[in-house]
């Protein structure tokens, strides 16, 4: 037998069975107090299992988890003031999670077009030289005569410093067959190396002809044109003066006038 520090009798020497208060020792020596009668009930209650933990009953209190057996009703399944431990509740089963819905198939990507080859670019032509044409099938010829009404329209315009040059008093026709890509039209000069293939030297001699005086060239369309590259007193056709530098075309029959006297008429056939 225990006696707890409230001086209870316990048949325990841990925890007292009458208070529950914890004996941590041995009695005390001297008089042993009045050991005050066991509850009623306490016989009655002896061989009882703990409710909370099942451990076999010693005291008023478990001496496994300290269950208070003190007005617990075992009949009933109710304990006393601290009454018994409530069941845990059961825990709602988790609902289901609902499956992912499936995510649709990424539509197939239509394929590119395939892009049509690009078409070969046609090289540019080169340009046609004129040494590439061929020579005129046609034949032309030019003659060379000394025109009396053309000298008459240079005197009016000269005025008395033309007087000095006098109108032949006889000029033999030439002609010159047109012959190649073109036909130079000017003065023999031999210190520059220059011999036009329409050589109008002389005599007579026109003093108002330059050493290279205009150039007839042939086209490609079988037919010839006249251009003045850049003599002192300039070229007429038909009577018009042409722009230096100017290819312009020529037709069976046209006049060229150049120098103070000198005519040059073109003949196809």
Same mark, same amino acid.
């Given at each position: 037998? &225990? +006696?707890?520090?409230?001086?209870?009798?316990?048949?325990?020497?841990?925890?007292?069975?009458?208070?529950?208060?914890?004996? =941590?020792?041995? #009695?005390?020596?001297?008089?042993?107090?009045?050991?005050?009668?066991?509850?009623?009930? &306490?016989?009655?209650?002896?061989?009882?299992?703990?409710?909370?933990?099942?451990?076999?009953?010693? !005291?008023?209190?478990? %001496?496994?988890?300290?269950?208070?057996?003190?007005?617990?009703?075992?009949?009933?399944?109710?304990?006393?003031?601290? !009454?018994? +431990?409530?069941? =845990?509740?059961?825990?709602?089963?988790?609902?289901?999670?609902?499956?992912?819905?499936?995510? #649709?198939?990424?539509?197939?990507?239509?394929?590119?077009?395939?892009? @049509?080859?690009?078409?070969?670019?046609?090289? =540019?032509?080169?340009? @046609?030289?004129?040494?590439?044409?061929?020579?005129?099938?046609?034949?032309?010829?030019?003659?060379?005569?000394?025109?009396?009404?053309?000298? %008459?329209?240079?005197?009016?315009?000269?005025?008395?410093?033309?007087?000095? +040059? &006098?109108?032949?008093?006889?000029?033999?026709?030439?002609?010159?067959?047109?012959?190649?890509?073109?036909?130079?039209?000017?003065?023999?000069?031999?210190?520059? !190396?220059?011999?036009? %293939?329409?050589?109008?030297?002389?005599?007579?001699?026109?003093?108002?002809?330059?050493?290279?005086?205009?150039?007839?060239?042939?086209? @490609?369309?079988?037919?010839? =044109?006249?251009?003045?590259?850049?003599? &002192?007193? !300039?070229?007429?056709?038909?009577?018009?003066?042409?722009?230096?530098?100017?290819?312009?075309?020529?037709?069976?029959?046209?006049?060229?006038?150049?120098?103070?006297?000198?005519?040059?008429?073109?003949?196809?056939?």
């Amino acid at each position: 037998m &225990a +006696v707890c520090p409230d001086g209870h009798v316990s048949a325990t020497d841990d925890f007292c069975d009458v208070c529950g208060m914890r004996i =941590a020792g041995s #009695p005390a020596s001297g008089p042993s107090p009045a050991v005050s009668a066991p509850p009623p009930d &306490a016989a009655a209650r002896a061989g009882e299992s703990c409710p909370t933990c099942g451990t076999a009953r010693t !005291g008023q209190f478990c %001496e496994a988890c300290g269950f208070n057996f003190s007005g617990a009703d075992f009949s009933s399944g109710r304990s006393g003031p601290a !009454g018994p +431990v409530p069941s =845990a509740q059961p825990v709602p089963s988790a609902q289901p999670v609902p499956s992912a819905q499936p995510v #649709p198939s990424a539509q197939p990507v239509p394929s590119a077009q395939p892009v @049509p080859s690009a078409q070969p670019v046609p090289s =540019a032509q080169p340009a @046609p030289s004129m040494a590439s044409f061929p020579y005129p099938q046609a034949v032309w010829t030019a003659v060379v005569s000394a025109d009396r009404a053309y000298y %008459e329209s240079v005197q009016a315009v000269a005025g008395p410093e033309g007087a000095v +040059v &006098a109108f032949p008093a006889y000029y033999a026709e030439r002609r010159f067959q047109l012959v190649g890509n073109q036909m130079r039209i000017g003065r023999r000069s031999v210190s520059r !190396g220059l011999s036009p %293939e329409i050589d109008l030297t002389g005599p007579p001699a026109d003093p108002g002809i330059s050493r290279l005086h205009a150039v007839l060239i042939a086209a @490609p369309d079988d037919s010839w =044109a006249v251009l003045d590259p850049g003599s &002192a007193n !300039g070229t007429l056709v038909n009577g018009v003066e042409i722009a230096i530098g100017d290819q312009v075309p020529l037709h069976d029959g046209d006049h060229i006038n150049l120098g103070a006297w000198t005519a040059i008429t073109v003949h196809r056939g």
